[in-house]
């Protein structure tokens, strides 16, 4: 089971393989690196794909201190570093996309390309601040009810067997891990400002029916990026649109990776 020591964490990550174009793919919050099974499959061994548990979730082994998403992205680069990586395509979904967008500010040089998966570069909307403040609050503080678990999964991914399956992860998770992980989410600042200092090529892929970040979110997102191209709107998806809709969200992932990979040669 691989981990490697960044920044004083044991970052726990799946080298999948493949001699082609690396691409590091970061999941979203609540989640880990098990969200990109279908992405896992679809790339390699076209790609070099790696999957990584962030602080706080699946099996990487966090100090428990305060972080922010500037931290994750200097925990996402580091790892780049441990596999010896010079140049690589950053993929994230929400918090990932977070995440990566902040390592492309701090390593432009590093950065062959993104794929923004359902998220944004604004701060938590002021409408959702409270709420969402209050449900993990009580989480941390009591548990997880089941009328909590069966919102959250229903916001986050909207299918009954998906919702299952991490509704018994959220269950087996002990609660008092999610404290900095919620103040980093809910804390987050704007970097929308800063989009035009992005120049690498970018694939922003967004659920139509994703009620955590909404679609404007991510117009915005790609008017901002100076190599985004036109927005992939998922029909009918929710918030994580790459693991319930992968046979929509794959095929343009595929077409723009090839499409770097032809630019590279």
């Known amino acids: 089971m691989p981990f490697a020591t960044i920044n004083q964490q044991e970052i726990h990550f799946t080298d999948h393989g493949g001699a082609g174009l690396p691409i590091i793919l970061s999941h979203g919050f609540l989640m880990d690196e098990q ?13 070099r794909v790696i999957t990584w548990d962030e602080r706080g979730f699946g099996q990487t082994q966090y100090d428990g201190k305060p972080f922010t998403y500037w931290d994750s992205a200097c925990d996402c680069l580091g790892l780049l570093d441990h596999l010896d990586i010079q140049r690589a395509v950053l993929g994230g979904m929400s918090q990932g996309g977070f995440l990566s ?8 040089e590093r950065i062959l390309g993104l794929v923004l998966m359902d998220t944004q570069a604004g701060p938590e909307a002021v409408e959702h601040v409270e709420q969402h403040k209050q449900l993990l609050q009580a989480w941390i503080s009591s548990s997880l009810t089941t009328e909590m678990a069966e919102y ?4 986050i991914i909207s299918e009954p067997t998906e919702n299952a399956k991490w509704i018994a992860k959220w269950k087996a998770m002990n609660p008092q891990q999610l404290a900095n992980p919620s103040r980093c989410l809910i804390q987050r600042e704007d970097i929308s400002g800063r989009l035009a200092e992005i120049c690498a090529p970018a694939l922003v892929i967004h659920g139509s029916n994703d009620h955590a970040i909404t679609l404007n979110l991510a117009e915005a997102l790609c008017l901002g990026l100076k190599g ?6 998922v029909e009918g998806a929710g918030h994580a649109a790459n693991l319930t809709h992968a046979e929509k969200v794959n095929p343009p992932l595929l077409a723009f990776l090839r499409g ?3 630019y590279h040669a």
């Open 260 to 262: 770097l990979v032809a």
């Open 228 to 233: 985004s191209g036109p927005l992939v709107l």
């Open 35 to 47: 969200m990109f099974a279908h992405q896992v499959a679809a790339l390699s061994p076209e790609f």
């Open 101 to 108: 967008l902040r390592a492309a500010l701090l390593a432009p």
């Open 152 to 155: 959250v999964a229903n916001l």
